[in-house]
């Protein structure tokens, strides 16, 4: 009887300890990576990518998955660096190019709100390092919300890049003309009239956020957007630390593109892991008050930034509409979409988030072939999620 009780209090442990190991494994697996991949999507991407970079000439591509709100997985593919047999993954650093927008948006509100500042009121008097040259159009009519919503009549669509062991210029020069290859951002069109694409707007945000907070646009950006999102790998000026996992960008002779700088960075100096861009997107789509985003800006904020204000005017591009820092689609299937793309040598991107759904995708390619593949992820997004995107890719 003795031999029996032992034996069942035995039996009884054992099964206790499978349990409780079966419970830590399948927590475990739910947080790592591998689990990740039983998405549905992730499936479908697995499928799909390695057959479309071979035939586009594509290295690498990285892309991160949000799903009702909350991260659902990221993941590489293909190589970041072709000679050194480097594969892209979800922690290698890519810039994103003109995507940097979206997040120097966020920025930018949070500023406003902090600061109590008007969205309205002439940028012009809040500026001293640089002034707006004098124009035939009026100058007082350029805004903080202009800027942010491409209104604002600034020229220079993209702001210029220098090699990386250059010596690099101030902001200030590159606002005036005196550095780089885009000439002088001035207003050369009615402030509020028509929607003008402006990287040059978002190089006078940048020099308003650092005038305001007496910080660097990188420091400001790092401790009021990066940290409380938790995107270590973030920055908007290249970092030492993250050298070694940078990805090789490629040009559209397949041939490895010279190191770069762009000054301007709040246009599209950008540089992450589609790891760290997911809890951007997140940060768009997560309603709860104790969400990390809303320690950024406040509700009424992101709803005042994801609803249109201009009208999109590019060839080819019809009933596009543009809020404060990206675009915003209203779905034929219902809801809003807030979405941008980016383009600099050897990198395109495209970020799409479903307000409604809380779905939402970073894609970014190291290649300047990589348009072709972009369309076909962002495709198969719209199809597995029932998002009609037709208009806006």
Not at 107 to 115: K, Q, R, Y
Not at 186 to 210: F, M, N
Not at 254 to 279: K, M
Request: charged share 20%; hydrophobic share 45%.
């Amino acid at each position: 009887m003795i031999f029996s009780a032992c034996s069942r209090i035995f039996l009884a442990l054992f099964f206790i300890g499978l349990l409780t190991a079966w419970v830590f494994s399948a927590s475990h697996l739910a947080n790592s990576p591998a689990s990740a991949f039983k998405s549905p999507f992730a499936v479908k991407l697995d499928s799909a990518i390695p057959k479309l970079l071979q035939p586009h000439d594509v290295p690498g591509l990285a892309v991160g998955v949000i799903e009702r709100g909350r991260i659902s997985f990221t993941r590489g593919y293909g190589m970041a660096d072709q000679d050194a047999k480097r594969p892209m993954t979800e922690n290698t650093v890519l810039n994103f190019a003109s995507i940097s927008k979206p997040v120097t948006a966020w920025g930018m509100m949070h500023l406003v709100e902090t600061h109590k500042l008007s969205l309205d009121s002439p940028v012009g008097l809040l500026l001293h390092r640089w002034a707006l040259p004098k124009s035939e159009f009026d100058n007082n009519g350029v805004t903080i919300r202009r800027l942010l919503s491409h209104t604002a009549g600034i020229s220079v669509p993209s702001v210029p890049w220098f090699p990386a062991d250059s010596a690099i210029p101030t902001l200030e020069q590159v606002l005036s003309g005196m550095a780089g290859d885009k000439g002088l951002v001035r207003v050369e069109k009615q402030p509020g009239v028509v929607w003008s694409y402006s990287g040059g707007g978002y190089a006078i945000i940048q020099l308003l956020i650092e005038e305001l907070t007496k910080q660097t646009f990188d420091e400001y950006m790092r401790d009021q957007v990066f940290k409380p999102l938790g995107m270590d790998s973030t920055s908007y000026v290249p970092r030492v630390d993250l050298a070694p996992r940078t990805a090789v960008l490629y040009g559209e002779d397949g041939r490895p593109v010279p190191r770069y700088r762009l000054v301007g960075e709040a246009a599209g100096g950008l540089n992450a892991t589609v790891r760290d861009f997911v809890r951007f997107l997140a940060a768009y789509a997560a309603a709860d008050d104790q969400a990390p985003g809303r320690k950024i800006i406040s509700p009424a904020s992101l709803r005042l930034m994801t609803s249109p204000v201009a009208k999109v005017e590019l060839p080819g591009v019809k009933g596009a509409m543009y809020g404060l820092g990206h675009g915003v689609h209203r779905a034929a299937t219902g809801g809003f979409v807030v979405y941008h793309s980016g383009g600099n040598p050897g990198v395109r991107a495209y970020f799409l988030v479903s307000l409604t759904q809380g779905n939402g995708m970073i894609v970014i390619t190291n290649s300047d072939k990589g348009a072709p593949v972009l369309r076909e992820v962002i495709r198969l997004w719209g199809e597995h999620y029932k998002v009609d995107l037709q208009p806006i890719y």
